[in-house]
T-cell receptor, first 116, second 117 residues
């Protein structure tokens, strides 16, 4: 039962263009969403997050959009750079699960390749 | 800052042996550490959550007697895979949440590739 889904295993874009990574979730209890970036042989690093009380959060070139009614979120990277090439994981947590531990449920990831 | 290390990075062992993986927070104290497992082209699956000084909380379907977790200090957690079998071959990754930090703060280690022959 995949509660967080990233249906595109890979995405290829040209440098300077926009990258849009998508994520869908099924658990309506999720109220906090995060994006992580992972390079090979390294652990995931936190990129950006959004609470369910918002529909947009922006940090530099990265913007996350949340559509609660559709249970969908997306990460926009603009302009895309070759150094952005990595696997991007979407993750979600529910404030009422696990007490103060806020367990994360991850998607399978999307491999982004930004071509020079 | 906020570096998490794991040791070893790779381990190959024979079926039936036990393997210990260490997770250390190098420059902060971690009240909570998480252990994940990732199979190829799959998501990171949470195995257990450990709080310093208390027993780990295991996710459904994860055998606590097979995957022993010890969080003896604020900077070290260990995962021991007991009597390893080929199906335990996977990528094991830990994360640590610094004391007093918000829910979105989890720093991940680089992972350990376990291969059981």
């Amino acid at each position: 039962d995949q509660q967080v889904k990233q249906n595109s295993p890979s995405l290829s874009v040209q440098e300077g263009r926009i990258s849009i990574l998508n994520c869908d979730y099924t658990n309506s209890m999720f109220d906090y969403f995060l994006w992580y970036k992972k390079y090979p042989a390294e652990g995931p690093t936190f990129l950006i997050s959004i609470s369910s009380i918002k529909d947009k959060n922006e940090d530099g070139r990265f913007t996350v959009f949340l559509n609660k009614s559709a249970k969908h979120l997306s990460l926009h990277i603009v302009p895309s750079q070759p150094g952005d090439s990595a696997v991007y994981f979407c993750a979600a947590s529910a404030s009422r699960s696990g007490g103060s531990n806020y367990k994360l449920t991850f998607g399978k990831g999307t491999l982004l390749t930004v071509n020079p | 800052g906020a570096v998490v290390s794991q040791h070893p990075s790779r381990v190959i062992c024979k079926s039936g042996t036990s393997v210990k993986i260490e997770c250390r927070s190098l420059d902060f104290q971690a009240t909570t550490m998480f252990w994940y497992r990732q199979f190829p082209k799959q998501s990171l699956m949470l195995m257990a959550t450990s709080n310093e000084g208390s027993k780990a909380t295991y996710e459904q379907g994860v055998e606590k007697d097979k995957f022993l977790i010890n969080h003896a200090s604020l900077t070290l957690s260990t995962l021991t895979v007991t009597s390893a079998h080929p199906e335990d071959s996977s990528f094991y990754i830990c994360s640590a949440r610094p004391r007093g930090r918000a829910r979105d703060t989890q720093y991940f280690g680089p992972g350990t590739r376990l291969t059981v022959l």
